[in-house]
Nanobody
Framework: QVQLVESGGGLVQPGGSLRLSCAAS????????MGWFRQSPGKQREMVAV???????NYTDSVKGRFTISRDNAKNTVYLQMNSLKPEDTAVYYC???????????????WGQGTQVTVSS
């Protein structure tokens, strides 16, 4: 089993910064891709940023140049540094990990519980 624990959300003024963290734990054999998604009321969940185990990254257009995703493989942790935050970045942010765990033959997608990010003056 894989558990994901997120932290770092909160309230910030427009133009401010936040750093989200997501630590994976459990009987993990391998972690492949790690990423962040977000969902705001009335909208579908969307990909924000993903990073592969080869450190390739991909961002949704609206956050390019403002957000940076990174990972610490030794800690099984993925980060999202969010700068120049805008009100439209307000959402619940979810961590997601593609991992293979003990007793499971194929990689599976795992989700965190979500952390609220609110950008408002």
């Amino acid at each position: 089993q894989v558990q994901l624990v997120e932290s770092g959300g909160g309230l910030v003024q427009p133009g401010g910064s936040l750093r989200l963290s997501c630590a994976a734990s459990g009987t993990i054999l391998s972690i492949y891709a790690m990423g962040w998604f977000r969902q705001s009321p009335g909208k579908q969940r969307e990909m924000v940023a993903v990073i592969t185990n080869g450190d390739s990254t991909n961002y949704t257009d609206s956050v390019k140049g403002r957000f940076t995703i990174s990972r610490d493989n030794a800690k099984n942790t993925v980060y999202l540094q969010m700068n120049s935050l805008k009100p439209e970045d307000t959402a619940v942010y979810y961590c997601s990990v593609v991992a293979r765990s003990v007793g499971v033959g194929v990689p599976q997608v795992h989700w965190g519980q979500g952390t609220q990010v609110t950008v408002s003056s």
